[in-house]
């Protein structure tokens, strides 16, 4: 079945270290993108994509890296310089003229 | 991008049909009407989506108006699964758009 993963499901980390979030497709989506959810919350964007080698920063980018060197992977990397990252992180892809977004399962980010 | 408004939460019995209303007072002419759902811990699901009149699926109904600045979900004889937030959104379909989700609607059907 087609569809997006997310991995980890969970993951902790400690202060001051730099965290690589896995997102893969096999949907054959030219856009992906990444979104934060606090509790309560919507979901924000920090970073999408619209083809390979190419992406652009969301609302709130600041603290996250992203890369995008294959059709099928968009990993982000929330790094030390992210004040809060403690969150749940959502990863989606989109086919232009289709569905709407396909999401991933998500991760959730602990910092501890 | 257009802005959605949406009611923070609303609650429902078991059995009676909801109807989930959002406000896109600025919606643009090649704008479409989108609603996910999503429980939680998990990434929104895909339910309707329509640009003008009423669209039906197998999970719900969407009713807009011809002035498109309000849109509703309709869903039939909700259940305790159906407790979930419902987000509206609106854009182009051009995959290249970054649509906007708000903080959703809290929908909580009550046994």
């Known amino acids: 079945d087609g569809g997006i993963t997310q991995s980890p499901k969970y993951l902790f980390r400690k202060e001051g270290q730099n965290v690589t979030l896995s997102c893969e497709q096999n949907?054959?989506?030219?856009?992906m993108y990444w979104y934060r959810q606090d509790p309560g919350q919507g979901l924000r964007l920090i970073y999408y994509?619209?083809?390979?080698?190419?992406?652009q920063k969301g609302d709130i980018a600041e603290g996250y890296s992203v890369s995008r060197e294959k059709k099928e992977s968009f990993p982000l990397t929330v790094t030390s310089a992210q004040k809060n990252p403690t969150a749940f992180y959502l990863c989606?892809?989109?086919?232009?003229?289709?569905?709407?977004?396909?999401f991933g399962s998500g991760t959730r980010l602990t910092v501890v | 991008l257009a802005k959605t408004t949406q009611p923070i939460s609303m609650d429902s019995y078991e059995g009676q049909e909801v109807n989930i209303t959002c406000s896109h007072n600025?919606?643009?002419?090649?704008?479409?009407i989108t609603w996910y759902q999503q429980f939680p811990s998990q990434g929104p699901r895909f339910i309707i989506q329509?640009?003008?009149t009423k669209v039906t699926n197998e999970v719900a109904s969407l009713f807009i108006p011809a002035d498109r600045k309000s849109s509703t979900l309709s869903l039939p004889r909700v259940s305790l699964s159906d407790t979930a937030v419902y987000y509206c959104?609106?854009?182009?379909?051009?995959?290249?758009?970054?649509?906007?989700f708000g903080k959703g609607n809290q929908v909580v059907v009550i046994p």
């Open positions: 600025n919606i643009a002419t090649n704008d479409y």
């Open positions: 329509g640009y003008k």
């Open positions: 959104l609106v854009g182009e379909l051009d995959g290249n758009n970054r649509l906007a």
């Open positions: 989606a892809s989109r086919d232009p003229g289709g569905d709407g977004y396909t």
């Open positions: 994509s619209q083809i390979v080698n190419d992406f």
């Open positions: 949907l054959n989506h030219d856009a």
